[in-house]
């Protein structure tokens, strides 16, 4: 049974498909995940936003949300724990990110 229980690897790589609509980069990328937790089926995603006034909080949160819902196997409850401390920096974002931001140097 503990097969189809969701690991952090799965959930993060199901967070790679949510968006951040402004940048057009998945939060993972973006360095606004900053935990995944599992708990037998319950799932805790501790996340920020680039800026605390992000008129987004509520779509991004809902999208993290859903993405682990429909992609990840075996969840129960999804807590989505929105959160300012530490500050979000540029320095967070992945070689990824980087690239499709276009910051390759």
Not at 86 to 99: F, L, M, Q, Y
């Amino acid at each position: 049974m503990s097969s189809l229980l969701p690991t952090a690897s799965l959930v993060r790589e199901a967070l790679r498909e949510v968006e951040d609509p402004e940048l057009g980069v998945n939060v993972v990328d973006l360095g606004l995940i900053y935990d995944v937790e599992t708990d037998g089926a319950d799932v805790r995603v501790v996340m920020t936003l680039t800026t605390p006034g992000c008129p987004l909080h509520a779509t991004l949160r809902e999208a993290v949300d859903r993405s682990v819902r429909l992609m990840v196997p075996g969840v129960g409850r999804v807590d989505v724990d929105l959160v300012w401390e530490p500050r979000w920096d540029p320095s967070r974002i992945t070689d990824e990110g980087r690239e499709a931001l276009g910051w390759v140097w």
